[in-house]
């Protein structure tokens, strides 16, 4: 079935543009700004890149603002390099088209689809197990954390205490969660326990366009707002969020320029509707890697527990020309477990089974 992006997308679309008049039906260029964090740099090593080894990949670096404002050399490199993000928005004042935020996404921690994906192998889990809602020992259908993946949000928890705390991180002013049950648990356990200031509380809001690439996988249905208000009542909805989850498809996936679409216009919702600048995202590997690419910034896969930052440039550039996309297309699976599962040629479907369309990858 083919569809536009806007029947596609823009669901949860708002529709005016309180904050940021000048961008009201205009486009915005997005430009992850190089230069201030070692995600952006193409010699930084993707793999085995761990955020708590590197203060979150901030690079210690000197700004034009730090004569003024740290004279003396005594400040922490969070303080001054958002000195020097304040004053780059207190100097967009001159120029309405432009405006600068400090986005920090991190992917959940391990669920229970990763585990069963890494016992099944990527293709057999793609064609047919990712479709059940487990295997009677498991459960992955809008899956939880596993022990390890508690582990990789209390990690976080106690890392953004630190930098909080010893390095002058500025707090968050806004919180963002996909409605996805694991991304719900990693943002509550990562930030539910700290004691911010009253003027910065943990106050989440959950988007439905922060949620992962949608497949026909069951990890990526997501459960009812009767029921996600009953697993995090401290969190809060968008408005329009539906009961049901009227976006996944059991038998078609959403296409990547589908997703690219509607990243663009959560994005847009985003610059437009909140004047926060410093702003966390808790959401998935898909979902954050079709982000950065609608943000410019190169490719940075992230692990469970990961987490990446990025200064972000939005610039109001022209009026909004809508293109039509094609953004969910039919996936073919196996009805049985497959006979055999070949990385990078899909799967070998038992006699019982339907044809599957190749896949080596995952990203939930």
């Not at 430009?31 to 793999?47: E, K």
């Not at 708590?52 to 690079?59: K, P, R």
């Amino acid at each position: 079935m083919k569809i536009s992006a806007v029947s596609a997308i823009a669901v949860l679309a708002s529709s005016a543009s309180a904050c940021w008049p000048e961008a009201e039906g205009k486009s915005i260029k997005y430009t992850a700004v190089p230069g201030y964090f070692l995600q952006d740099d193409a010699n930084t090593n993707v793999t085995g890149f761990d955020y708590a080894d590197h203060n979150f990949g901030l690079i210690d670096r000197k700004y034009p603002t730090d004569r003024k404002f740290d004279p003396k050399g005594t400040k922490k490199p969070w303080e001054r390099f958002a000195n020097w993000v304040k004053y780059l928005n207190n100097n967009c004042q001159k120029d309405s088209n432009v405006r600068y935020k400090v986005l920090v996404m991190g992917r959940h921690g391990q669920g229970f689809h990763n585990a069963a994906e890494s016992y099944y192998g990527t293709p057999a889990w793609n064609c047919y197990w990712a479709e059940l809602n487990g295997n009677g020992t498991s459960v992955w259908a809008d899956a939880k954390l596993t022990s390890a993946g508690i582990a990789e949000a209390t990690k976080a928890n106690k890392y953004f205490k630190s930098r909080f705390e010893q390095e002058g991180m500025p707090y968050f002013e806004s919180y963002y969660s996909s409605p996805l049950t694991r991304c719900l648990q990693t943002a509550n356990i990562t930030f539910g326990d700290i004691n911010f200031p009253s003027t910065h509380p943990f106050a989440p809001v959950i988007k439905e366009n922060f949620r992962e690439s949608i497949s026909i996988h069951t990890c990526d249905h997501r459960s009812t707002k009767s029921e996600i208000h009953q697993l995090v009542p401290n969190f809060s909805f968008e408005d329009g969020f539906t009961e049901k989850d009227e976006l996944w498809r059991r038998v078609e996936g959403e296409t990547s320029d589908g997703q690219f679409a509607r990243n663009q216009v959560v994005l847009q919702d985003v610059f437009t509707e909140d004047e926060s600048t410093w702003i966390s995202i808790t959401a998935h590997s898909g979902e954050i890697a079709s982000l950065l690419s609608v943000l410019n910034h190169r490719k940075f896969s992230l692990s469970t527990g990961q987490i990446i930052p990025v200064l972000v440039k939005a610039e109001v550039v022209s009026p909004t020309v809508t293109k039509p996309v094609v953004s969910f297309t039919p996936e073919a699976t196996c009805n049985a477990p497959p006979v055999t599962s070949i990385s990078g040629q899909g799967c070998v479907c038992s006699q019982t089974g339907v044809a599957s369309s190749p896949s080596a990858t995952s990203t939930a």
